[in-house]
């Protein structure tokens, strides 16, 4: 009785080190990806600021006034997250491959992001990143 109760425990504590090892090593593979989404969506967010900062302003009152962004701000944090983006390429080049296999192109958007940023007037720019970083939902990878 006492060497079936070791057996079940022994299999017990490899089945466990073994989901153990299968968590490290999806969160290692995955950190990656996680990473570029997340600068993805900052992408996109800085985009966003940039277009409404660019829009047409409405007579707005008091404390709801957003504060507008000074050009040299808004061009410094756009070539750094192309250089962010850049940086992920060139650091997890597996996982930058992956995401290209699943339409988004940190590269091309890095790139954009960078020249966006030394030369802010092309809107061109920014249709490019929307379209390597795939903002639509419906855009297809191509």
């Known amino acids: 009785m006492s060497s079936l109760f070791s057996n079940w425990v022994e299999g017990?504590?490899?089945e466990l080190m073994l989901f153990?090892?299968?968590w490290l090593a999806w969160n290692l593979a995955t950190r990656h990806l996680q990473h570029f989404f997340d600068l993805r969506l900052r992408v996109r967010r800085h985009i966003e600021r940039m277009a409404?900062?660019?829009?047409?302003?409405?007579p707005v009152q008091g404390a709801d006034a957003a504060p507008r962004r000074e050009p040299a701000k808004a061009a410094e944090?756009?070539?750094?997250?192309?250089f962010a983006l850049l940086s992920f390429a060139q650091r997890a080049p597996l996982s930058a491959r992956f995401a290209k296999l699943l339409g988004y192109d940190a590269v091309r958007a890095g790139d954009q992001l960078v020249s966006l940023a030394r030369d802010g007037e092309l809107v061109f720019r920014c249709r490019a990143v929307g379209e390597a970083l795939r903002f639509r939902e419906d855009a297809q990878p191509q």
Do not use: F, S, Y
């Open 12 to 14: 017990i504590g490899i």
């Open 20 to 22: 153990g090892l299968a």
């Open 52 to 58: 409404d900062a660019d829009a047409p302003t409405r």
């Open 77 to 82: 944090v756009t070539g750094a997250l192309g």
